[in-house]
C-alpha cells in the first residue's frame, strides 16, 4: 500500500510566499526610487569611482540589488518549501 503524503497548510505557504515576494519587492523599490530618485540630491554628496552616488543608484544600484534579491529570493524560498513540505 502507497504511503500518503502529508498534509499541506496551503493557505499559510502561499501567506508566506506572499510576505517574502512583497518584501523584496518593497526593499528593490526603496533602493530603485528612493535611492535612485527620491534621495538621488542628497547621495550625490558621495562618490563611488568618481560618479556621485545618486546617479550609481539610479544606474547601477538599483540592478546590482535587484540580482542580490533573485539569490535571496531562491534561497528563501527552497527553506520554505522544506518548511512546508512542497517539493518543488
Do not use: H
Request: charged share 15%.
Amino acid at each position: 500500500m502507497a504511503e500518503q503524503p502529508p498534509e499541506i497548510d496551503g493557505k499559510a505557504y502561499w501567506r508566506a510566499v506572499l510576505r517574502l515576494t512583497l518584501g523584496l519587492l518593497a526593499v528593490w523599490f526603496a533602493v530603485s526610487f528612493g535611492a535612485g530618485i527620491l534621495l538621488r540630491d542628497w547621495l550625490d554628496g558621495l562618490s563611488i569611482g568618481g560618479a556621485p552616488l545618486g546617479f550609481w543608484f539610479a544606474q547601477q544600484g538599483s540592478i546590482y540589488v535587484f540580482v542580490a534579491l533573485i539569490f535571496y529570493y531562491c534561497f528563501a524560498m527552497r527553506r520554505l518549501e522544506r518548511k512546508f513540505g512542497v517539493k518543488g
